[in-house]
């Protein structure tokens, strides 16, 4: 189950763009809660169709899974997976055919765990004290050539081919490669998820600087969201945004009584109660007789 408080907060911007193709969501249900964003690929048809595929692959497949969720990773991979699978199934049945592809990163919170799973350079964030405790690694061109050495990451920043995804759901693959992680929560921590329109035109230092203010977390995410939209323009991309910040521990709750139970209680508190006074009266009885 959670175990703590939270507060969720989530903004979109379209940008300098004709389309918001961009689509997230945040997901309570019960034991679990579930965090979700795609970046619709704009080289591609129909990319906004592709993320809200994924939105909704998530939503039905948290829904169908028994709770809790005994393996998270597999859980994770399972629904982007199927999300990819309807994607290209959706592309199939349109004529002409077409290629309509997503990033994804996707992020289950059950217990005191965060458990994410992405494909692309949409990122995920974890804000602890003051600082950044993580960040997802972009699938990438640049990044592979960051990783080889062959570039800088201050040279990444201005790449021509900054944009260009090794990984997506859609295209011709059969089962997507996913990066998948995990890790503890506490108070205080926060989790953003979010598009490259965000990162892709403010500094890590600055979203920081933003996360780490003393302004409450809408607050945070909307000058968030407008200062990269600013940064950009007039080529701003859609810009998206959700975020997630931990609060105190919540008391356990006490356990669900089911009607049939409840119905079972009473009975038998009835029974105990008739009893109770079927024993009274043969005691009173008793008394007379021996008088």
């Known amino acids: 189950m959670i175990k703590y408080q939270y507060q969720s907060a989530q903004v979109s911007l379209i940008g300098d763009r004709k389309i918001n193709q961009d689509r997230c969501a945040v997901i309570d249900h019960d034991e679990a809660l579930f965090l979700a964003l795609g970046d619709g690929m704009g080289g591609h048809p129909r990319g906004e169709v592709a993320a809200q595929i994924l939105i909704d692959t998530a939503e039905q497949q948290l829904y169908r899974t028994p709770l809790p969720i005994l393996s998270p990773g597999s859980f994770l991979t399972r629904v982007l997976h199927k999300a990819h699978e309807t994607i290209m199934a959706y592309g199939y049945d349109q004529t002409p055919p077409i290629d309509p592809r997503t990033t994804a990163v996707i992020c289950l919170i059950q217990d005191d765990v965060a458990y994410w799973a992405h494909a692309g350079d ?8 003051g600082q950044i405790a993580f960040r997802t690694t972009d699938d990438s061109y640049v990044e592979r050539l960051r990783q080889k050495g062959v570039i800088s990451a201050t040279e990444t920043e201005s790449h021509p081919q900054r944009n260009y995804v090794t990984r997506c759901l859609g295209g011709t693959l059969i089962s997507p490669e996913l990066t998948l992680g995990k890790h503890s929560l506490t108070t205080g921590d926060n989790l953003l998820l979010c598009s490259d329109g ?3 035109s403010m500094s890590e230092a600055e979203t920081t600087a933003i996360m780490s203010s003393d302004q409450n977390l809408d607050e945070r995410l ?11 323009y007039p080529e701003s991309d859609n810009v998206t945004l959700l975020g997630i ?14 009607p049939a139970a409840q119905q079972e209680k009473k009975q038998d508190e ?7 006074l079927q024993q009274a009266i043969e005691s009173f009885q008793s008394e007379i007789d021996e008088d």
């Not at 909307?222 to 950009?232: F, H, I, P, V, Y």
């Not at 910040?245 to 089911?258: C, D, N």
């Open 198 to 200: 965000l990162w892709g």
């Open 122 to 129: 949409s990122r995920l964030y974890l804000f602890r004290d």
């Open 270 to 276: 009835l029974n105990s109660a008739i009893a109770e």
């Open 222 to 232: 909307n000058l968030l969201a407008e200062t990269a939209a600013q940064n950009a």
């Open 245 to 258: 910040e931990i609060g105190k521990a919540v008391k356990p709750r006490p356990e669900a009584i089911s």
